[in-house]
């Protein structure tokens, strides 16, 4: 068997030629000091991804779960009051870990194709002062949703709570305003719209977060969990606490310094042209978007409801071997088919080819779309002039 | 500042060609059927290399610091009595990772030019009879020693005792028989001998581990530490439990099928063949090994005793600034320095270029260094016909 | 400005993984016992490709253009009766060539949308029977037509007559059998079907050709143009007469490696299948091929008439800034755009996605161009099982 | 059998990380428009390392031998007066196109250990007024020898003698100004010192030069070696006269975005330091080196007279299998084994492996050989402090 033509998944998706080359290149020793250099460099530049002063920037050597486990273990200990905003699998996923830790569990759960109600969190605590820490992902990947975490943050802040944001597939494609929107732990991934290797944790730490953590006895160290032997260790006296993943370093500095190079607006644009027209698509095929909006829609991924009688499964394996297209499925959120959209594959032309795998598979599989209708649609909302953010370099 | 003309470092060092192309390839989605085929193919080659048809294979996610944290986790607890034998210093590292978990720590402790006596530890054992757990490492990196894992293992085999054991920077360029030797829990790094990319743990497991395991109820569970999570979710349901590093699987699966081209014995014969002449080389010089004898010194990095009056860093950075080679320090263990020969390093004339780097160094420094005898001594140990293993392929 | 999303060019297209791999591994001396195996072995595999045993392999340094002027000064001389079969641009200019040597040139000349007839050739060359050489182009990339080159062979080879055959664009893709059809002197580019780097020419050289090649007195000799220098020293003498590109070489030897572990029938049904179903997507639009039927039509390029009152570079241009597609147009043959779907690019969806570009950007520009109905019948035509040639191996 | 652990030839080597990187990056069309900047781009960077603002640059596709035969029949015809100067194999192969042309061919020679002298030329061309072209190589590669052409293009200039310069090893590594020297039509190769791709041939051409070419009749048009329809065509209408190679293209770009970052002095004083300790440590092993003085030896190779009794095939052949190094033999020139030393493999630490090799595989093969007291010379000689140029980037 053959890899795909074309992987259009939730992530890992192929990164920009740029990535593979910094992955391929020389690997070099990590004390070397031009790769400390570059080390910092990374750091820096992540945190104005972050579009963040304030916060302290670590980059812990492990998929992005790691990242989230650490916030949890490093934020929680047995009996801390949370509240857990559930609007999707990660949201969900998220509250296990608070349970496993022994923490006091609030949560607030909608359905999956929905989105947290900043207003009933604000209720929430208001009603639960004693409540601490306030867990929330922005982007819901396997749901293709967002979460309002623009209007979270100041409401926690003013609180004294203290936010984990997961900003895994927002990061790089998606508006976040790390120090504007007041989020104090955010945790993101390389892999989805940075264009990335998959492989490490990029996380931003502010002095209100670093506060309760460093209040938390419990709170890892000596671990490869800590945040705080990162800080202490290589922040403080220059010395890794472990071996990081040089190619992964050199990786990602090459995307940030991509997406640094495209501007945040214009990378955040080209996301949304093509999130836009894939919709576009979808409706006019005939097929249902998973979101209850567009409103509340990521532009990162496209959610689509499989029609009754078809399974994701199903979906996917035709496409995958009669097209050549590898997407994804909903990962438990429901039977959901997703095209990704993010970093190096939210090209326009890359979409519509994914889009019509899509569409033309349902078809082989029995359902009625009409694919013609969907592809005028969405090529319609490409044909109109592109809008480059004033400033962008592209 | 440029990057090292030669990283000779204890590792990471820069990798096979093969595994460079293969880190910058394409990147797929981790559940394409060709990644998952690629997956369990790496995990049958990394086995073949442990010397194991009974262990079960499992990559961690992480450098190899997070497969042996997940094994000290998931083999102990509160209280259960651990044997850890201390030559160096990953030995002394993992006592305190015992600590931490609140195990009832016992040591045996040599100095750190020095190996572990296995007839210490079976007597050890016998006045012990309720130690479950061993911990060891087989080639102390900072100290370049090698202890006798061989004999350990049978010892406390026969005794119920479960080993742990690091097998870090011996992997793929020093003898390991893990069934020969009975040993139960090991685990490596694919970036010392094997000349692969930093970034996993690859780890191996005998039935006798996963048992001991299973009978603590506080081995991580839902954990980016957790290895049942590995073996029921991967191996029971074919679900990861966590993204993995895809580039870092096809360097992983570059670098195992490049070594079991060479021929595992071929390529440990290339590690003593380099070790051997740079040891002769050194002693030529007039310097000082740092290991005791020859008979317990790893063959994949040579520790060398900084004269008086010169310190490590001096050293490291006027070879790295004056002659382009980077090395390594002793990380704690002596005020040594070392030239790594280890996977795609283990080049005699790389180090015959380290070595003459080193001497003149130390020369520029002000030491008495006998610089031309010194590499007279280690071409003529290299001039030697090269003895190529029957049934090797190289 | 950013490179393309897609270059579905005429050539040169992105290459294969494995074969950028190549290309960006390390650079051997062209002396080195390795490369000179590998150069080796590359003739050997290049040879099997055009399918014969009996025909001396010659890779050239440069681009095809350098082969194909080799073999028509070899071949020619001042006076040399010549027969040059002209059914496109590329025919055409091969003529200028053989005017400029001097030669006594022969036309049979037919529209760029048609092809040669095989049997006006037999007419002709009994009642021209001086004529010592024909030409003849196999598929004439600017018009995505083939010639009867398997007729034209044997036709040529009982008069006597030494062709030189044009495969640049048919190499690897189309059905080519040098032996079985009495071919000559064949010149291929390894930048099309192959998927492999610009920058060589791949020749077989028959016995027949080689004849007349050394009755010629004016066949180069001591030049880059000379195909007997390469054949004296580097078949003579194990030396070459100029340095070789060692990544072309490299490159070259992983396309071809591709191409014969995924077998020649099946690499040609892969690239039928992908122009059947463009064809059919054309014809739904309501555009018009250019070819006058697809009896003549090559398999690795969709030539498209551009519709009265446009441009091919008013087309190519939007397709490029709008859509991200990089086009290739008719260079000279007619107002034409072309899609290339050849080796690497000859993936179904990709090709959807050019077929896309190019039917909205027509709507764009003013055309009145059925899109929807053009995808359906492109992905009706995919959607049929795809046939694996008995004996392929994929 | 494996690739050498170390080239060390007089070329192509492997080349910098980063040429490798853009030699396997994505391969564009070559008329995108993002591909025809870059060539753009590439042109006037290696204008500027010819240090010219009054030469035309072109890239012609093929290795510099086509460069230089492209100059020969593009400057002289039959009849032509030319002086050659022949001090070494390449010169004398230069003769033999001229020849070859029916050119009326006067020649200097000197032995191939020296150098020619410039004021034997100018006595030579005021007794023969006749004549209009003269050829010289700036490095003779083969026999690590420099030509004077700072005085030879006053001399020719002055007597309105048109200039053909060999410049393949010296260019980016030696002292090279075209414009100051009054050199007219100079033939670089990338694969030496600029550290890139095999596969170019890098050209400048003067006024004078193009005066002279289009007044020969018989200067190739319509022809792989036309240096007349590349500049036409491309210069003159923005069309290729054959597809570039998009790889080497993008190598060259890289190697001269490196070379000029570097700065063109330190470039040259970091190819001097590795040279004057290469042949400060042949010296002292007792060795020969074949350049008969300092003076006119290049600082891009290290020619060394094979001891009597040996041959350059044993020398090479032993280093190699036994050391895994790669060396050049003289081409011709004479009994000589060759070190390079030029462009990426221009490293200290690199050159001291290479002699290493060579010093011990004689005394392998019973010669006599100071080992210890060459390696310590040649570290004695890079030990002194790195001089770097004022306004150099390193």
Same mark, same amino acid.
């Given at each position: 068997?053959?890899?795909?033509?074309?992987?259009?998944?939730?992530?890992?998706?192929?990164?920009?030629p740029?990535?593979?080359?910094?992955?391929?290149?020389?690997?070099?020793?990590?004390?070397?000091?031009?790769?400390?250099?570059?080390?910092?460099?990374?750091?820096?530049?992540?945190?104005?991804?972050?579009?963040?002063?304030? $916060? @302290? =920037?670590?980059?812990?050597?492990?998929? +992005? !779960?790691?990242?989230?486990?650490? &916030? #949890?273990?490093?934020?929680?200990?047995?009996g801390?009051?949370?509240?857990?905003?559930?609007?999707?699998?990660?949201?969900?996923?998220?509250?296990?870990?608070?349970t496993?830790?022994?923490?006091?569990? $609030? @949560? =607030?759960?909608?359905?999956?194709?929905? +989105? !947290?109600?900043?207003?009933?969190? &604000? #209720?929430?605590?208001?009603?639960?002062?004693?409540?601490?820490?306030?867990?929330?992902?922005?982007?819901?990947?396997?749901?293709?949703?967002?979460?309002?975490?623009?209007r979270?943050?100041?409401?926690?802040?003013?609180?004294?709570?203290?936010?984990?944001?997961?900003?895994?597939?927002?990061?790089?494609?998606?508006?976040?305003?790390?120090?504007?929107?007041q989020?104090?732990?955010?945790?993101?991934?390389?892999q989805?719209?940075?264009?990335?290797?998959?492989?490490?944790?990029?996380?931003?730490?502010?002095?209100?977060?670093?506060?309760?953590?460093?209040?938390?006895?419990?709170?890892?160290?000596?671990?490869?969990?800590?945040?705080?032997?990162?800080?202490?260790?290589?922040?403080?006296?220059?010395?890794?606490p472990?071996?990081p993943?040089?190619?992964?370093?050199?990786?990602?500095?090459?995307?940030?310094?991509?997406?640094?190079?495209?501007?945040?607006?214009?990378?955040?644009?080209?996301?949304?042209?093509?999130?836009?027209?894939?919709w576009?698509?979808?409706?006019?095929?005939?097929?249902?978007?998973?979101?209850?909006?567009?409103?509340?829609?990521?532009?990162?991924?496209?959610?689509?409801?499989?029609?009754?009688?078809?399974?994701?499964?199903?979906?996917?394996?035709h496409?995958?071997?009669?097209?050549?297209?590898?997407l994804?499925?909903?990962?438990?959120a429901?039977?959901?088919?997703?095209?990704?959209?993010?970093?190096?594959?939210?090209?326009?032309?890359?979409?519509?080819?994914?889009?019509?795998?899509?569409?033309?598979?349902?078809?082989?599989?029995?359902?009625?779309v009409?694919?013609?209708?969907?592809?005028?649609?969405?090529?319609?909302?490409?044909?109109?002039?592109?809008?480059?953010?004033?400033?962008?370099s592209?």
């Amino acid at each position: 068997m053959q890899p795909a033509d074309l992987t259009l998944s939730a992530g890992p998706n192929d990164v920009f030629p740029e990535v593979r080359a910094a992955m391929g290149g020389p690997i070099l020793y990590h004390y070397d000091p031009v790769f400390k250099e570059r080390f910092r460099d990374a750091e820096a530049k992540v945190g104005r991804i972050f579009r963040t002063d304030g $916060h @302290e =920037i670590i980059l812990m050597q492990g998929e +992005a !779960i790691l990242g989230l486990e650490a &916030a #949890a273990r490093s934020l929680c200990t047995r009996g801390t009051p949370v509240l857990n905003l559930v609007s999707g699998v990660f949201g969900k996923g998220f509250g296990s870990w608070l349970t496993a830790i022994g923490a006091e569990l $609030h @949560e =607030i759960e909608v359905a999956y194709d929905d +989105a !947290i109600d900043a207003d009933a969190v &604000a #209720a929430y605590l208001d009603a639960h002062p004693e409540i601490k820490v306030l867990a929330v992902v922005h982007s819901e990947t396997p749901s293709g949703t967002l979460n309002p975490v623009d209007r979270l943050g100041p409401i926690c802040r003013s609180r004294g709570v203290v936010t984990i944001v997961d900003v895994v597939s927002s990061y790089g494609g998606i508006e976040l305003r790390s120090d504007e929107w007041q989020l104090d732990l955010l945790v993101a991934g390389p892999q989805k719209c940075l264009g990335g290797p998959p492989g490490m944790s990029l996380m931003a730490v502010s002095p209100q977060a670093w506060a309760a953590i460093e209040a938390n006895p419990d709170a890892p160290r000596g671990s490869y969990l800590s945040m705080l032997d990162y800080r202490d260790l290589w922040h403080g006296q220059g010395r890794f606490p472990f071996t990081p993943s040089v190619p992964d370093v050199h990786g990602v500095l090459a995307a940030v310094d991509l997406l640094l190079d495209e501007g945040l607006e214009a990378a955040q644009a080209r996301h949304e042209r093509v999130a836009r027209a894939c919709w576009a698509g979808v409706r006019a095929m005939g097929l249902r978007l998973w979101p209850r909006s567009e409103a509340i829609s990521a532009a990162s991924v496209t959610s689509i409801t499989v029609p009754d009688g078809l399974t994701d499964t199903q979906v996917r394996d035709h496409a995958r071997s009669r097209y050549g297209v590898q997407l994804s499925a909903g990962q438990g959120a429901g039977n959901i088919i997703r095209i990704g959209h993010m970093g190096n594959t939210a090209r326009p032309m890359w979409m519509v080819a994914g889009l019509t795998a899509v569409g033309r598979t349902m078809i082989d599989l029995g359902a009625q779309v009409d694919l013609g209708a969907g592809i005028e649609a969405a090529m319609a909302s490409l044909a109109e002039p592109v809008r480059v953010p004033v400033g962008a370099s592209t």
